[in-house]
């Protein structure tokens, strides 16, 4: 009877075991924007902890002209894009709606 071999790759991120030191977050809360109506800020966002995770959330929003008002939700996720080098966010949405950045 032989062993089963250990996987090599990480199936959630597809990079080797080991080789990828960022994590995949949700993060989300109620924001404003001058001249809209509070809604949730939500991001999907790779960073090595949750912390750098809020970090970003806010200079992201901040950047879109987003004020943050509520608590910060902040939850591991699994990815929906593959992960980059750097730390980053995608798939920003704004009351549900997808934000483009201007």
Same mark, same amino acid.
């Given at each position: ?57 806010? /200079? ?24 980059? /080098? ?17």
């Amino acid at each position: 009877m032989t062993d089963k071999p250990t996987p090599k790759f990480d199936f959630d991120t597809g990079m080797p075991k080991g080789s990828f030191p960022l994590l995949h977050f949700t993060v989300r809360s109620e924001c404003e924007k001058a001249g809209e109506t509070p809604a949730e800020l939500q991001m999907m966002i790779w960073a090595d902890t949750p912390q750098k995770a809020v970090e970003l959330f806010r /200079k992201v929003g901040e950047h879109l002209g987003f004020k943050v008002t509520g608590e910060l939700d902040v939850a591991e996720s699994v990815s929906m894009s593959p992960p980059r /080098k750097n730390a980053s966010a995608y798939d920003v949405r704004f009351g549900g709606k997808v934000v483009s950045p201007s």
